[in-house]
């Protein structure tokens, strides 16, 4: 981060730049106008100019609070008690328009798609602010998955699927749900398809996807049968031989989570997204999808302890207020610390992103990891300070516990992530010790 003198030297930059980009702006001009190439240069200059700034959280809260408060509240929440037992019906598909209109659908997805194109730390604010809002966090989880491959189908440069899928999931017209995952080894995949004339037929198993019930699309990676290479279709819901079934699980269930078969079904060849090492094309997208999940838990971490606090202030026991039980005391000091630290950590991780550094994604996977454990650890220590009330259904308690529990497997298993981590660190001092001895 800059000093005083870097940060006033860069306010005035900043104020520069945005005093010629207003007095240019008030002419008319021509895609072919050289000062058309004038404001575009001294975009790119502000936007440079913004990364020395420290970041300020605060303007995309007021942002968030203005643009999409009541449409959390009142459209979003209504409805949870309901899409706990697994009654989905609250979430129409004119919800997800709504999304769409207000910005939040696109709120960083590409201007190609009819995005606002915002970059990913405000975005990542944008899902942490609205966590502590939210009833069920799933559905910010399914708008960041649809975002995250609306983004991916742009950049393979195929217009018919961008036209046919991504701009409509974007408009909020549909969801995609992916596909790719299988219990055995991604590079020995039981899932296949068979090149005939004019596309695959596709025989597949997926047994877990997230928000299935709610697509009209789905993201299937297969092994092809011939080079036994992983490829990737989009596969539309309705093709003769799509299986979706609903898929019990220990919570969650307002994620609408799902099943998908898929039989002898033939996928015609313009459908095929990725036609050669589908996995690694991927993976970056789950990399930086697992911060945008880790920041939705993060708000909704925060907004369970101060339900929390809320609920046992009114409470007495043996005549004395809970909230002044030592007991009670130290245990919410321990719950705050943790989520300042996670905090810390979620915005220092979005420094190195904005920034471009390549340590981020290592920083992805250690507050992952990280954020899981104060999650869990807050689950276990508001179940237990609620006492009897904790589990009942109508409370948000039980909810959270069963919920959180998924972010073991989710974005890496969690007793996987400090071996990945260990091995990164061992791997980078080994480099250092060659480079000083003249490798």
Same mark, same amino acid.
């Given at each position: 981060m800059p000093g005083r003198? &870097?940060?006033?030297?860069?306010?005035?930059?900043?104020? @520069?730049?945005l005093e010629t980009l207003?007095?240019?702006?008030?002419? @008319?001009?021509?895609?072919?106008?050289?000062?058309?190439?004038?404001?575009?240069?001294?975009?790119?200059?502000?936007?440079?100019?913004?990364?020395?700034?420290?970041?300020?959280?605060? %303007?995309?809260?007021?942002?968030?609070?203005?643009?999409?408060?009541?449409?959390? $509240?009142?459209?979003?929440? %209504?409805?949870?008690?309901e899409r706990q037992k697994g009654d989905l019906r609250s979430?129409?598909? +004119? $919800?997800?328009?709504?999304?769409?209109?207000?910005?939040? $659908? &696109?709120?960083?997805? %590409?201007?190609?798609?009819?995005? @606002?194109?915002?970059?990913?730390?405000s975005w990542n604010l944008v899902l942490e602010e609205l966590g502590k809002l939210i009833e069920d966090p799933g559905f910010l989880i399914i708008i960041m998955i649809n975002k995250i491959w609306a983004g991916l189908i742009l950049h393979q440069g195929k217009p018919h699927l961008v036209e046919r899928y991504a701009k409509p999931m974007i408009k909020g017209e549909i969801s995609l749900s992916w596909a790719v995952w299988?219990?055995?080894?991604?590079?020995?995949?039981?899932?296949v398809a068979k090149k005939v004339d004019g596309g695959y037929v596709l025989n597949a198993?997926? %047994?877990?996807?997230?928000?299935?019930?709610?697509?009209?699309?789905?993201?299937?990676?297969?092994?092809?049968?011939?080079?036994?290479?992983?490829?990737?279709?989009?596969?539309?819901? +309705?093709?003769k031989g799509v299986e979706v079934k609903p898929q019990t699980t220990v919570g969650g269930q307002h994620i609408g989570y799902a099943s998908l078969k898929i039989k002898d079904a033939f996928v015609p060849q313009e459908q095929l997204l990725l036609e050669y090492d589908a996995l690694s094309a991927v993976a970056p997208r789950f990399d930086f999808g697992a911060l945008d999940a880790v920041a939705v838990h993060l708000g909704w971490m925060q907004r369970m302890i101060d339900l929390c606090a809320d609920t046992l202030r009114p409470k007495v026991r043996m005549g004395m207020p809970v909230l002044n039980i030592p007991h009670v005391q130290a245990e919410m000091g321990r719950l705050f610390m943790g989520t300042e630290v996670a905090r810390a950590m979620f915005l220092r991780t979005l420094e190195k992103a904005r920034a471009g550094d390549p340590s981020a994604e290592g920083m992805v996977v250690i507050f992952k990891h990280f954020l899981t454990d104060r999650v869990l650890d807050?689950?276990?220590?508001?179940?237990?300070?609620?006492?009897?009330?904790?589990?009942?259904?109508?409370?948000?308690?039980?909810?959270y516990f069963t919920l959180t529990i998924c972010l073991l497997h989710a974005a890496g298993a969690q007793d996987l992530l400090s071996q990945q981590v260990g091995?990164?660190?061992l791997m980078q001092l080994e480099m250092k010790r060659l480079r000083k001895v003249g490798f």
């Open positions: 003198g &870097g940060k006033a030297r860069a306010s005035s930059e900043t104020r @520069e730049a207003s007095a240019v702006d008030t002419v @008319e001009t021509t895609a072919l106008d050289p000062r058309d190439l004038r404001i575009r240069e001294l975009e790119e200059e502000l936007q440079s100019v913004r990364k020395k700034l420290p970041l300020d959280v605060d %303007p995309i809260a007021k942002e968030v609070k203005k643009r999409f408060l009541r449409f959390i $509240l009142d459209q979003v929440n %209504p409805g949870y008690q979430w129409s598909r +004119d $919800l997800w328009k709504e999304a769409s209109r207000l910005g939040l $659908l &696109g709120f960083n997805a %590409p201007k190609e798609l009819g995005g @606002e194109g915002r970059d990913t730390v299988e219990p055995a080894d991604l590079t020995f995949m039981q899932s198993d997926k %047994p877990m996807l997230t928000g299935g019930l709610y697509a009209g699309v789905y993201a299937v990676a297969v092994r092809d049968e011939a080079s036994s290479e992983p490829i990737l279709f989009l596969v539309d819901r +309705d093709t807050t689950a276990k220590t508001v179940m237990a300070l609620q006492g009897a009330s904790g589990y009942m259904d109508d409370n948000p308690w039980g909810r091995e990164r660190m």
